[in-house]
């Protein structure tokens, strides 16, 4: 089992930037990933990270603003968040995918169907972006 606790979120104005992050309570060797869910929205992909070659891969709305990367000693995994834009405003979730259901054969992570490969989830951090 894997406990996965995100940080960071906060209120911010358009623009700004936030550092989310998220510590997990054991190494996890695999698939990591960042989703979002604003109210009345499906759960989407922003990021992953793939632990053991620390490839990467973004959803296309992300535009080169968020950047996802890991201390693997510390086993925590960050998404820096650069113009910040109020359609950035939900609850940011961080994921485990344990048994690698989401890595692709290009060995990079995907989102996985929205997250439904991924086995381990936090309680998620809000993020409010004011215009």
């Known amino acids: 089992q894997v406990q996965l606790v995100e940080s960071g979120g906060d209120s911010v104005q358009a623009g700004g930037s936030l550092r989310l992050s998220c510590v997990a309570s054991s190494y996890t060797g695999s698939c990591m990933g960042w989703f979002r869910q604003a109210p009345g929205k499906e759960r989407e992909g922003v990021a992953t990270i793939y632990s053991i070659l620390g490839s990467t891969y973004y959803a296309d709305f992300v535009k080169g603003r968020f950047t996802i990367s890991q201390d693997s000693a510390k086993n925590t995994v960050y998404l820096q968040m650069n113009s910040l834009e109020p359609e950035d405003t939900a609850m940011y979730y961080c994921?485990?995918?344990?048994?690698?259901?989401?890595?692709?054969?290009?060995?990079?992570?995907?989102?996985?169907?929205?997250?439904?490969?991924?086995?381990?989830w936090g309680q998620g951090t809000q993020v409010i972006v004011s215009s």
């Open positions: 994921a485990a995918d344990h048994s690698r259901r989401a890595l692709s054969y290009a060995n990079f992570c995907t989102f996985g169907d929205r997250g439904k490969d991924y086995d381990y």
